[in-house]
């Protein structure tokens, strides 16, 4: 028997949320100008520590940030404020994914350096709450989730811009069950949400002399919104003669990228939500896994960087949170770094991380007792620093 009085109350929700969505395509649309760091004083960075691993490993990224800005802090151009409130307890406290007090708090930074977060889902022992990190994403508007995977000695050197705010996240916890039997979800994609991320890849392309981007949908099944997403790159890419285009299904993709002679090929890589969660996730491997790798999410007024992993609660349970690797964290801050004009501070900081992480290795963390702490890692980037700086060497 098929209940109308159900449809009826699918539909007014369904109504419910495309009212939303047509006045977050008329703010997309409005535009602001992007922020100009170079006329704040201070740059106030936020830093919010997370669940979990979170506090360790932000605690020891934070040592190497104040050392590279010293200067800056003393002379009142960059200011490090910490933003508490923001973990799972505090959430599940108000009942909300992102507290109205730390989303003013969080308004008042320019950027913010954030640890992961706990996303309760389904069964857990939290209420189900949405996740804190779309939430901020969406708050912010930080619609481009820009993520670098570099192997320089298997020749791999991709960037991804992942759009931050549309695809399956935006109405993930707005999913409706019709009836007992039936749950739907919503996708939605928009002309100008997809415009500005594939734009924002292109214009990277150019500024650093890159001919190739490739997006990456699923629009041979999922029609309407995958459609959408290739055919305003598509449309964009016009705008972009000298650079090559190409298009990829997300599941060829995700094999292409362990082609050894293939992957080399690929540099910038620009897809909607859920693909670029998961083949972020991928890519990172290559590199030493997820705790090696830093995510910028970027918007035109605000940024927040962080790490490209969870905030690993079986760590600590079993104890090992102080093993966790603080790398994601630093390789966050060194986007931050850029981000806000630091360009030598960044440099300085990403070759110590390459040195320590990648080329000598003196210092290896395994994420147990049989391998270095993070806070012993750490202290062999400063070290590092330190040495690079007293010789007068350039980083
Ligand atoms: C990421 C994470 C998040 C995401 C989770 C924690 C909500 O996996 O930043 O990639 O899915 O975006
Ligand atoms: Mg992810």
């Known amino acids: 028997m098929i209940s109308t009085e159900a449809i009826e109350k ?12 047509l006045k977050r395509v008329d703010q997309i649309k409005s535009g602001e100008d992007w922020a100009d760091y170079s006329r704040l004083k201070p740059i106030i960075i936020g830093v919010v520590g997370g669940d979990g691993i979170g506090p360790y490993i932000t605690k020891e990224a934070v040592r190497v940030l104040k050392y590279v800005l010293a200067d800056e802090i003393k002379n009142g151009k960059v200011e ?23 989303l003013l708090a969080l308004k008042e930074c320019h950027v913010i350096l954030k640890g992961p ?63 007992d039997d039936l749950a739907v979800d919503f996708k939605v994609i928009t002309t100008p949400g997809s415009e500005r991320i594939v734009r924002l890849a292109f214009e990277y392309a150019k500024k650093n002399g890159i001919k190739r981007v490739s997006a990456v949908t699923k629009a041979n099944v999922i029609k309407a919104t995958d459609g959408k997403f290739l055919e305003t790159a598509r449309r964009v890419a016009s705008d972009y003669p000298d650079i090559a285009f190409d298009d990829w299904f997300v599941d060829i993709m995700a094999a292409k990228l362990v082609d050894e002679k293939r992957r ?17 996730d991928e890519a990172a491997e290559f590199q030493g896994g997820v705790g090696t790798a830093g995510s910028a999410n970027i918007g035109k007024r605000y940024a927040m960087f962080e790490a490209i992993h969870g905030s690993a609660p079986r760590m600590v349970d079993e104890g090992r949170a102080i093993y966790a690797d603080p790398a994601s964290m630093m390789r966050a801050c060194v986007m931050l770094l850029r981000h806000i004009g630091f360009a030598v501070q960044a440099e300085r900081m990403e070759m110590a991380l390459d040195i320590c992480g990648q080329l000598e290795r003196k210092v290896v963390l395994t994420g147990r007792a049989d391998g270095a702490t993070g806070a012993q ?15 007068g060497a350039k980083l």
Do not use: C
């Not at 699918?10 to 969505?21: G, I, M, T």
């Not at 949405?130 to 969406?138: D, G, I, T, W």
């Not at 192997?151 to 019709?178: A, M, Q």
């Not at 890589?269 to 998961?278: C, E, K, R, T």
């Open 10 to 21: 699918a539909k007014d929700h369904f109504a419910k949320l495309l009212v939303e969505q």
């Open 80 to 102: 490090l404020r910490d933003i508490p409130g923001l973990d799972i307890e505090s959430r599940v406290r108000v009942m909300k994914p992102l507290p109205e007090d730390v």
């Open 264 to 280: 080399k090929d690929f540099k910038v890589i620009v897809l909607p939500n859920l693909y670029g969660d998961i083949l972020t």
């Open 377 to 391: 890692f750490t202290d062999y980037v400063m070290q590092t620093l330190q040495d690079r700086s007293h010789r």
């Open 117 to 179: 977060l706990t996303t309760p889902k389904k069964g857990d022992k939290w209420p189900n709450l949405e996740s804190a990190n779309v939430s901020m994403r969406r708050e912010l508007d930080l619609f481009a989730n820009v993520r670098p995977v570099k192997v320089p000695e298997k020749g791999i050197d991709w960037i991804f811009y992942r759009e931050n705010t549309e695809g399956e996240y935006v109405l993930g916890s707005k999913g409706y069950n019709v009836t």
